[in-house]
């Protein structure tokens, strides 16, 4: 939970920001695996992701303009050791009201975002940092114990 409360707070994830080269990022993390288009396009692609399990780095000329952790309720997410030390997985099932918690704990402003609440869908985007959360309920085959509430899917920072 620290995790995801620091990123949102901060839009960074220790060394890991917007706007740094790729290049600097695979030498914090080891090369990542690239998206199938990246594979077929080449590196310079725009807007696919380089992913190291949950971890995922968007680049745009090069550059990440995209940092995001994917989360499957229910299940554990891997993550990088520079991400998350001393753990090589952990469980991935983060409830709604769990993260606003958290965020509230340290002070980080949070709204509604609107564009991304919708249907059973909900979202929200803090301050200053503009780190989105999006939050989903379990779906049908999930076997999670409260089906009424919704857990976090994916946290990310995008820049335009």
């Known amino acids: 939970m620290n995790l995801l409360v ?24 080891g090369p990542g695996r690239p998206h199938p288009a990246i594979r077929m396009k080449g590196p310079d692609i725009d807007g696919y992701p380089y992913a190291w399990g949950g971890l995922e780095l968007a680049t745009t000329q090069r550059l990440v303009s995209e940092i995001s952790i994917r989360l499957s309720p229910g299940s554990t997410t891997k993550l990088p050791p520079l991400v998350l030390p001393d753990s090589e997985s952990y469980p991935s099932t983060v409830l709604r009201e769990d993260l606003i918690a958290g965020l509230d704990a340290v002070g980080c402003r949070h709204d509604v975002n609107d ?3 919708f249907g059973e869908q909900s979202s929200i985007l803090t301050r200053p940092a503009g780190v989105c959360a999006v939050f989903f309920p379990p779906g049908r085959g999930d076997h999670m114990p409260h089906h009424e509430h919704h857990y976090l899917g994916v946290i990310y920072k995008h820049t335009a």
Do not use: K
């Not at 620091?6 to 993390?29: R, V």
């Open 6 to 29: 620091d990123f949102a707070q901060t839009g960074q994830i220790g060394p890991l920001h917007c706007g740094m080269p790729l290049s600097e990022a695979e030498a914090l993390l």
């Open 115 to 117: 564009r991304l609440t």
